[in-house]
């Protein structure tokens, strides 16, 4: 059973960085690829980032890509998700996910743990 841990949300300004972190504990980190979801309100869960077991390859979703920039560090079990360049549009509540043996680039139903999530709000 692998525990999922968010930190670093809160309110940030148009424009603005926000750097979220996710620990883990419970189980061997390097055995899972990690993703990064976010949740808007009144719109389904979707896709920002994703990162493989040893950090090799890295994917997001295009209306982050340039902006955001996911990371992890297997030593300390922990997977950071770096935002900048924020946009209202952005305001959500970001979960991180694990994912068995996985690639890091799943969808939602591939992911065998979550975090509980982090608000993120960016205003204008």
């Known amino acids: 059973q692998v525990q999922l841990v968010e930190s670093g949300g809160g309110l940030v300004q148009a424009g603005g960085s926000r750097r979220l972190s996710c620990a883990a504990s419970?189980?061997?980190?390097?055995?899972?690829?990690m993703g990064w979801f976010r949740q808007a309100p009144g719109k389904e869960r979707e896709f920002v980032a994703g990162?493989?077991?040893?950090?090799?390859?890295?994917y997001y979703a295009d209306s982050v890509k340039g902006r955001f920039t996911i990371s992890r560090d297997n030593a300390k079990n922990t997977v950071a998700l770096q935002m900048n360049s924020l946009k209202p549009e952005d305001t959500a509540v970001y979960s991180c996910?694990?994912?068995?043996w996985g690639s890091g680039t799943g969808s939602p139903n591939q992911y065998n743990y979550w975090g509980q999530g982090t608000q993120g709000t960016v205003s204008s």
């Open positions: 990162i493989s077991r040893f950090g090799k390859n890295t």
């Open positions: 996910a694990a994912e068995l």
């Open positions: 419970g189980g061997t980190f390097s055995s899972y690829a």
